[in-house]
C-alpha cells in the first residue's frame, strides 16, 4: 500500500508535468543571451491584465511543443515587469509578437494567432529564402506546409535562378520555396525546364507554371494556385482573403451538407473566375452575424454575396432568388464587368453637426473626408469598444481647441461608427484614427502615437497641409500609449471582435 508521503511526491510530480511549458518566460537580463544562442527565436510581448494575450496563451503554448522538435524557440516577456525591455524593442501593443534572428535581426511576425499559423509560419521563417533540393529530400520538403514552392531549372540558367530568388524573398512570410536543377527529377515530376510547381494538400494537388518566369507572372501564379478553387472562410483563413487584393465571393450555408451541395454547383464559375474572383464556403449557424456586415440579412439561408475586400465594397445577392447555377454564374458575370453597384450602408446624415467633433456617415463621407480643402482627421469608433470611450473626452477636447482656433475652416475632426456605415477605409482594430491631408486624399497617414491631445496635435501639425499647431489649456495629461492598450493588429482579429469569431 503507497505511504501519504508517496502519494504526495506523485501529486508533485503530476502537478509539474501539468505545468510544464515549452515557451520560456524571458527577463531583460538574461533575454540578449537566449537570442544570441538560438538561430530564430519567436518573442511575445504581453501583459497580464490583457484579453488578447489570454486567448493566444494556450495556441503559442502549441505551437511551442510542435517547434520544439525543429529546435525553434517561442519565449514571452511580461512588459508590466520587464518595462524597459519592452520599450527598447518599440512594443506599442498588447500582444506584441517578433521574431528574432539575433538581438539586431528583428521582423515583426505577421502571421495569424492560432498554433497552426504560428507553426507554418516559424517553420518558414526558418526555411532560407529558397531551399535546394535534390530527389533526397524533395519529398519531405513537400510535406513542409499545406503549400510549397517548388522551381526546376537548368544549375546555368542564371535569369530564372535571380527571378525565382525575388519572388521567394518576396512570399517568404506565405509559403516555403525550392529549388532544383536535376532534369532526372523535373522529368520524374513530369515538368520540364524552367518550370515551376505549386504543390498543395488540396484540389488538384499540383498545379505547374511554364509561362515567361517574370517576377509578377509568377507571384500571381503561386497566389492563385494556392487559393483553393471553393476555400472556406474562418477564424484561420479570413485575414489571408482580405488580403489577397482580390474580391471574395461568399457562400452561406448552415450545414456541412449544404456547403458542399452548393459549392459543387458553383465549381464551374469558380473555375471560370479563378485568379479574378475567390470563392468560399461560410457556416452560416457559426458566423452568420457576419452577414450583416456583407448588407445581407442574417437570419435568411442559404445566401451569397461578393466583397470588394480592397474597396471594402459589399454586393449582396438578393436573398428572395434562388440560388441557382444561372443566377449565380448571371450575378458574378455583371459584377466582374463593373454593372452591379455596390451596397451601401449608412446611417442617416446628421441634419445638425452637435459638438465640436464632426460625425461621419457612408453618404457623407465623401464631402468631408474626401474635402480636399482641408485637413480632416478621423476617427474609425465602434460603440462597444471600451479603448474609444476612453479616448473620446480628450477628442472632443482635440475637436474643441481647433473649433477655436485660426485653423477652424481649415482642420476637421471628425468619428464615425464603423459597425454602422460602409468606409472604403481598412480597419484593423478600434479605434483607428487617420489624417486626411488637403490636396493629398490619396496620401492618408494612420496615427500610432499616444492617445493624448498633445500628441495628436502635433500629428496634425505635421503630417496636415496647413501644419496646424493649436494651444492646449495647460493641465495635467493622463499619458495613454499605446502600450498600454491590446494590439489589435491583424485583420482577423479586428474581425474576430466585430464579426463573430472571424
Not at 286 to 303: I, Q, R, S, T, V
Request: with cysteine.
Amino acid at each position: 500500500m503507497p505511504s501519504v508521503r508517496n502519494f504526495a511526491l506523485g501529486l508533485l510530480a503530476a502537478a509539474v508535468v501539468a505545468t510544464a511549458s515549452d515557451v520560456q518566460q524571458l527577463k531583460k537580463d538574461e533575454f540578449d543571451a537566449f537570442v544570441k544562442a538560438n538561430d530564430i527565436v519567436l518573442a511575445e510581448f504581453y501583459a497580464p491584465w490583457c484579453g488578447h494575450c489570454k486567448a493566444l496563451a494556450p495556441e503559442y503554448e502549441e505551437a511551442a511543443t510542435s517547434l520544439k522538435e525543429k529546435d525553434i524557440k517561442l519565449v514571452k516577456v511580461d512588459c508590466t515587469e520587464e518595462a524597459d525591455l519592452c520599450q527598447q524593442y518599440g512594443v506599442e501593443g498588447y500582444p506584441t509578437l517578433k521574431v528574432f534572428r539575433g538581438p539586431e535581426n528583428i521582423s515583426a511576425y505577421k502571421g495569424q494567432r492560432k498554433a497552426a499559423a504560428i507553426t507554418s509560419y516559424m517553420i518558414k521563417q526558418s526555411l532560407p529564402a529558397v531551399s535546394l533540393l535534390t530527389k533526397d529530400t524533395v519529398e519531405e520538403f513537400k510535406k513542409a506546409d499545406k503549400v510549397v514552392v517548388v522551381a526546376y531549372f537548368d544549375a546555368t540558367d542564371k535569369a530564372s535562378n535571380e527571378t525565382f530568388g525575388l519572388v521567394a524573398e518576396k512570399l517568404r512570410d506565405n509559403f516555403p520555396f525550392g529549388a532544383s536543377s536535376d532534369a532526372a527529377l523535373a522529368e520524374a515530376e513530369g515538368v520540364s525546364f524552367p518550370s515551376v510547381v505549386v504543390y498543395k494538400e488540396f484540389d488538384e494537388g499540383k498545379s505547374v507554371f511554364t509561362e515567361k518566369f517574370e517576377v509578377e507572372a509568377i507571384e500571381k501564379f503561386t497566389k492563385t494556385a494556392a487559393t483553393p478553387l471553393i476555400g472556406e472562410v474562418g477564424p484561420d483563413t479570413y485575414a489571408d482573403y482580405m488580403a489577397s487584393g482580390l474580391p471574395l465571393a461568399y457562400i452561406f450555408a448552415e450545414t456541412p451538407e449544404e456547403r458542399k451541395e452548393i459549392s459543387e454547383l458553383l465549381k464551374p464559375i469558380a473555375e471560370a473566375q479563378r485568379g479574378v474572383v475567390n470563392f468560399a464556403t461560410i457556416d452560416a449557424k457559426a458566423f452568420g452575424a457576419h452577414a450583416g456586415n456583407l448588407n445581407l440579412k442574417a437570419d435568411k439561408f442559404p445566401a451569397f454575396a461578393i466583397q470588394e475586400t480592397v474597396k471594402n465594397q459589399k454586393f449582396p445577392f438578393d436573398q428572395e432568388k434562388e440560388i441557382t447555377l444561372e443566377s449565380i454564374k448571371a450575378f458574378v458575370d455583371d459584377f466582374v464587368s463593373g454593372k452591379v453597384d455596390p451596397s451601401i450602408k449608412s446611417e442617416p446624415i446628421p441634419e445638425t453637426q452637435e459638438g465640436p467633433v464632426t460625425v461621419v456617415v457612408a453618404k457623407n463621407y465623401n464631402d468631408i473626408v474626401l474635402d480636399d480643402t482641408k485637413d480632416v482627421l478621423i476617427e474609425f469608433y465602434a460603440p462597444w469598444c471600451g479603448h474609444c470611450k476612453s479616448l473620446a473626452p480628450k477628442y472632443e477636447e482635440l475637436a474643441s481647441l481647433y473649433a477655436k482656433s485660426e485653423f477652424k475652416d481649415k482642420v476637421v475632426i471628425s468619428k464615425v461608427d464603423a459597425t454602422a456605415n460602409d468606409v472604403p477605409d481598412e480597419i484593423n482594430g478600434f479605434p483607428t484614427i487617420k489624417l486626411y491631408p488637403a490636396g493629398a486624399k490619396d496620401a492618408s497617414v494612420t496615427y500610432s502615437g499616444a492617445r493624448t491631445v498633445e500628441d495628436l496635435i502635433k500629428f496634425i501639425a505635421e503630417n496636415g497641409k496647413f501644419k496646424a499647431s493649436v494651444s492646449e489649456e495647460a493641465e495635467e495629461e493622463a499619458s495613454a500609449a499605446p502600450a498600454a492598450t491590446e494590439s489589435t493588429s491583424t485583420s482577423s482579429e479586428a474581425a474576430q471582435e466585430t464579426h463573430d469569431e472571424l
